[in-house]
């Protein structure tokens, strides 16, 4: 942006002006006309081709999305401008969200904010900027946000690989204070260590939160908690259950999840490093049978190519799932594949129970918590789908 407050111009096809007038924040490299003068990570002014302004949006000349819309309306975002979409986002989760310890205060396009997540642990800020465009902005953003959250440091977790994509270095960078390697976080009276160095994301998976909270009422009898992490589903099962096997591939995670148990007086779980896929292939073949079973694998389909693979993943696991309940037992299954919808996943689910010979009643369909904000207009905001489902089989 010049001093002047001018925007380099960017025009756009009319397929990305409808989109646009749809509110959908992403435009395509396909349906831009002509960039002009703009630079990548540039704020630019988006036009039609009759020169109309449609808004303003970052501008990327490397990823497939070209324009992350910010506005649909002819401004030029300054400090107070961000500080504006931090207000909302925090007005849009309300008071009663602070009873989690850890929560997500931003959240992309969700909340206005392309390629920015801010998560919370306690009073340990965590950030991920993820397009250069952001990165321009991001110290309006944080300046708003420590003005308005008690903030005692801030880590910016700048690791994920997309971040190459928009020509980013990957780093992670303590920006303020002094992050501790972990933060523990109460969730509904279950407690576990966060570690935003190092842990996945920014340290745990905050977007899983409410629907691990509704497993504990599920549990009961034998658990098995697959692709676990660090038995944060396991511990909730585990208040009401006999006995949680937790499962998982990465043998870091189950230290985790020891530590986890050990920190929750929990003595019920056993811990087993293991491929998910061939774990449940070989308890199926023992003709093992759980009461309740929860699936939380990493998105098999990170890209569309990916999709028919990742549906062959999902049906595999919920296909031997299923054959693993007792008679009434649930199924807990969530896939983050943002490039599986809703609907295609609960299509899969229906034919890995038809293949399994066995019939489900959904008994909730749930998705990432409310934090996690989704934008009717952004359907790729909603990515994780989370289903419940009863074992019906031998029902009328
Ligand atoms: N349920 C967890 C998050 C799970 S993330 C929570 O709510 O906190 C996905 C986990 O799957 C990671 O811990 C990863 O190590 C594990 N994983 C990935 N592939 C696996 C495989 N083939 N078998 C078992 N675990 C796997």
Redesign the pocket.
């Known amino acids: 942006m010049s001093p002047s407050g001018r925007l380099p111009d960017v025009t756009v096809r009319l397929r990305a002006k409808r989109r646009i007038e749809a509110r959908h924040p992403w435009i395509f490299a396909d349906d831009v006309a002509a960039s002009n003068a703009a630079a990548h990570g540039d704020l630019v002014r988006v036009r039609d081709a009759a020169g109309t302004v449609l808004g303003v949006a970052f501008w990327s000349a490397r990823s497939k999305i070209a324009l992350r819309m910010v506005s649909l309306e002819d401004v030029v975002p300054d400090e107070a401008f961000w500080a504006a979409r931090v207000d909302e986002a925090l007005a849009r989760r309300g008071t009663e969200i602070a009873r989690w310890t850890a929560r997500r205060l931003v959240f992309g396009e969700g909340d206005g904010v392309p390629g920015l997540v801010a998560d919370i642990y306690g009073t340990h800020l965590v950030i991920q900027v993820l397009t250069a465009g952001t990165e321009r902005v991001v110290n309006h953003v944080l300046a708003a946000l420590r003005e308005r959250v008690a903030v005692d440091s801030v880590l910016a977790r700048n690791d994920p690989s997309v971040r190459t994509l928009e020509g980013l270095t990957r780093e992670v960078r303590q920006l303020s204070g002094t992050t501790p390697e972990a933060v523990v976080v109460d969730e509904g009276g279950v407690r576990y260590a966060a570690d935003p160095w190092r842990g996945?994301k920014t340290g745990?998976?905050l977007d899983?939160r409410e629907n691990?909270v509704a497993c504990r009422a599920y549990g009961r009898g034998r658990v098995l908690d697959a692709?676990?992490?660090?038995a944060?589903?396991a511990l909730h099962a585990a208040r009401n259950a006999a006995e949680v096997v937790v499962?998982?591939?990465?043998a870091e995670?189950l230290v985790r999840g020891r530590a986890n148990a050990e920190r929750n007086g929990a003595t019920n779980l056993t811990f087993v490093e293991?491929?998910?896929?061939e774990d449940l292939r070989a308890r199926e073949r023992r003709g093992e049978r759980f009461d309740l079973v929860m699936l939380?694998?990493?998105a098999f389909a990170k890209s569309r190519g990916d999709v028919p693979a990742a549906r062959r993943g999902y049906k595999e696991i919920n296909l031997r799932a299923l054959r693993l309940l007792a008679p009434g037992g649930v199924l807990v299954t969530s896939s983050c594949s943002y490039n599986l919808d809703e609907p295609s996943f609960e299509g899969l689910l229906r034919e890995s129970a038809a293949d399994a010979g066995r019939d489900a009643v959904v008994v909730e369909r749930r998705g990432q918590a409310s934090d996690h904000p989704v934008r009717l207009a952004f359907p790729e905001g909603r990515y994780l789908k989370c289903f419940v489902l009863r074992d019906a089989t031998g029902a009328p």
């Open positions: 996945q745990a998976f899983q691990r692709f676990s992490y660090h944060s589903f499962v998982d591939a990465s995670a293991a491929n998910a896929f939380d694998p990493p």
